[in-house]
């Protein structure tokens, strides 16, 4: 039996930037995708049909920071934190988890409490990013 393509989208770090506190993240690049769409003006990735979807983000940064997840303009939870370290230069930041999406269900990125500095590159030496995949 042969399983039909999944949507699915993969997002590299594009830019380095700093977010205030409720911005939300932009500054990414679509790498490849399939169904889903980001616009990286609003920041806001949207699903293509409803199902169950693995999303996740994960980047670098400098700062003492989170990151919430908005799903159809509701904070969800803060799918990352990171406590810069002392003589650190970077930190790693982001998570994964599992929704329930219904069809055209916007999802976004936002800094959760404080500046959030994001190290990116428009070239291969970039870090991170975000995806989303439909799982079913």
Do not use: C
Not at 27 to 45: A, C, E, K, M
Not at 83 to 110: P, Q, R
């Amino acid at each position: 039996v042969k399983t039909p393509a999944r949507p699915f989208i993969q997002l590299l770090r594009n830019t380095n930037a700093s977010y205030a506190a409720n911005a939300t993240i932009t500054g990414f690049r679509v790498n490849d995708s399939r169904g889903i769409t980001y616009n990286d003006t609003t920041g806001i990735l949207v699903a293509p049909a409803a199902g169950l979807y693995q999303i996740g983000i994960h980047v670098i940064t400098s700062s003492t920071a989170g990151i919430y997840l908005y799903i159809e303009g509701t904070q969800i939870y803060r799918i990352g934190y990171a406590a810069a370290g002392t003589s650190e230069a970077w930190s790693h930041i982001g998570g994964t988890g599992v929704f329930n999406l219904s069809a055209n269900d916007e999802v976004k990125f936002v800094a959760a409490n404080q500046t959030l500095q994001v190290f990116g590159a428009s070239n291969n030496t970039t870090v991170g990013g975000v995806f989303m995949y439909l799982l079913g």
